[in-house]
């Protein structure tokens, strides 16, 4: 029995670590979000100095061509991080499925349970 207790520890255990990490996702892509905005805002200040806002003029800002570039990286990484925030939600939710298994599984034998 102590077994049992044991595989109901563990599922609680993975069902915490996984919302942990789907926390830790969606933190990770609200700061690229938060990050990207302000990437966005400096390229709208210097082509705003400049007078140039075509990233194929020739004399076109290198500042702001980085920084549109900085700010592509960030959206691409966060389209990635959905992706895994995506499998990480259908994960959790078949280790609910297993931790409410074993609880049922335990309550069920519980009171049966001979004490030695």
Same mark, same amino acid.
């Given at each position: 029995? =102590?077994?049992?207790? !044991?595989?109901l520890?563990?599922?609680?255990? %993975?069902?915490?670590?996984? =919302? ?5 996702? %969606?933190?990770?892509?609200? @700061? $690229? /979000?938060?990050? !990207?905005? +302000? ?7 210097? &082509?705003?100095? !400049?007078?140039? !806002? #075509?990233?194929?003029? $020739?004399?076109? *800002?290198?500042? /702001? =061509? *980085? ?5 592509d990286?960030?959206?691409? *990484? ?5 992706? %895994?925030?995506?499998?990480? &939600? /259908? @994960?959790?939710?078949?280790? +609910?499925? #297993?931790? &409410?298994?074993?609880?049922?599984? +335990?309550?069920? &034998?519980?009171?049966?349970r001979?004490?030695?």
């Open positions: 029995m =102590k077994a049992r207790n !044991s595989l520890r563990l599922k609680a255990f %993975q069902v915490k670590e996984k =919302k942990r990490q789907l926390q830790q996702l %969606q933190l990770m892509m609200d @700061e $690229f /979000a938060r990050m !990207s905005d +302000e990437l966005m805002q400096q390229i709208a200040a210097e &082509e705003k100095r !400049s007078g140039i !806002s #075509d990233p194929a003029h $020739f004399a076109y *800002s290198t500042f /702001a =061509k *980085s920084a549109r570039q900085r700010a990286n960030l959206a691409v *990484s966060v389209a990635d991080l959905r992706q %895994q925030q995506a499998v990480a &939600e /259908a @994960e959790l939710v078949q280790m +609910e499925v #297993d931790y &409410e298994r074993a609880a049922a599984l +335990e309550m069920r &034998e519980g009171p049966n001979k004490r030695a």
